[in-house]
């Protein structure tokens, strides 16, 4: 049963807008990717949990706080008798371990050892749970679900699930029986509303209003050529077409994420948008989505 949906963190969204409207630097663009790529690894696992059997609660994407200090969690199942804690990597290519650390065969880059990464946050996972006064047998791994990753050297000893070990990991869970009393269900609740909406990792890069592109550009290919056709934009790229009120709420929605101290008026959003309307058809699709507050040009829409 799943309890918390994965979605895109404001942070992937944010980075997402802002790959689109301004030049990132290397290092911003590869932590961007990462992002993306981590996020697709996420989505990944949560199709094949899907053939999980018997009684469980899936909580996805927990952001907690215990004694002053945050953790993440990707995938937490609850069992009647095992709570696992899921730490999902979509790693690519060839990797070996030496001397604790992970190291890029081709690139010989070393990466964070997710272990070590995962050691720190089941231990701050079970002070919660004592916290809590619950008594439960914590089970952590680290799921690699990119088929195309190789680790060499990986220790037998340590908590690591593999591509090829993914599926019989969830075979071997699903041969366990489990049935989930009151107890289990206030736990997943209590777990979710400790679950915290503003992140203190979040690394964005400094931008303004000023110096973003504007306009509204293809929500497939992300171009920005595109032309109105009657009740739709098409692009003359890829030649996808939207209709005009669905491009126009995507842009409102984009420009509250960046500029959240910005109000939507129709104003703002004609000048965000830049396109091929008049202020008219954007005030209507304005009205007709958001509540309007204000009158006449003082007039804003939440």
């Known amino acids: 049963m799943l309890i918390k949906a994965r979605g895109e963190s404001d942070e992937l969204m944010i980075l997402r807008y802002l790959n689109t409207r301004m030049e990132l630097t290397e290092k911003e663009k590869l932590y961007y990717i990462n992002l993306e790529r981590g996020y697709e690894g996420e989505t990944i696992f949560d199709q094949l949990v899907e053939s999980l059997l018997e009684e469980r609660y899936i909580i996805n994407d927990l952001l907690l706080e ?3 200090s945050y953790f993440q969690i990707d995938t937490l199942i609850i069992s009647q008798g095992v709570i696992h ?8 290519g060839d990797c070996y371990f030496e001397s604790d650390k992970l190291y890029s065969i081709t690139t010989r880059r070393e990466y964070k050892n997710p272990v070590d990464q995962l050691k720190r946050s089941t231990t701050l996972f079970r002070q919660l749970l004592q916290n809590l006064k619950q008594n439960y047998l914590v089970e952590a791994s680290v799921i690699f679900v990119n088929s195309e990753f190789t680790l060499y050297q990986a220790p037998m000893d340590q908590p690591v699930i593999l591509p090829t070990q993914v599926n019989r990991f969830l075979k071997d869970l699903n041969k366990t029986p489990s049935k989930l ?46 032309c109105r056709k009657r009740y739709h934009f098409v692009c003359e790229k890829c030649g996808e077409h939207e209709k005009i009120d669905s491009a126009i709420l995507r842009n409102v ?14 104003q703002n959003i004609y000048e965000w948008c830049k396109v ?25 829409f939440e």
């Open 66 to 68: 215990v004694n002053n």
């Open 85 to 92: 804690f899921l730490d999902i990597k979509n790693y690519q």
């Open 181 to 226: 009393n009151d107890g289990h269900r206030k736990l997943a609740q209590r777990l979710v509303s400790l679950h915290q909406t503003i992140n203190p990792f979040m690394k964005l890069p400094e931008y303004t209003y000023e110096q973003l592109q504007k306009g509204i550009y293809c929500r497939c290919c992300k171009s920005f050529m595109i």
């Open 253 to 266: 929605e984009e420009f509250k994420l960046l500029f959240p101290d910005h109000r939507v008026t129709t």
């Open 276 to 300: 091929d309307l008049n202020k008219k058809t954007i005030s209507r699709i304005l009205k007709k989505n958001y509540t309007a507050f204000g009158i006449t040009s003082d007039t804003y």
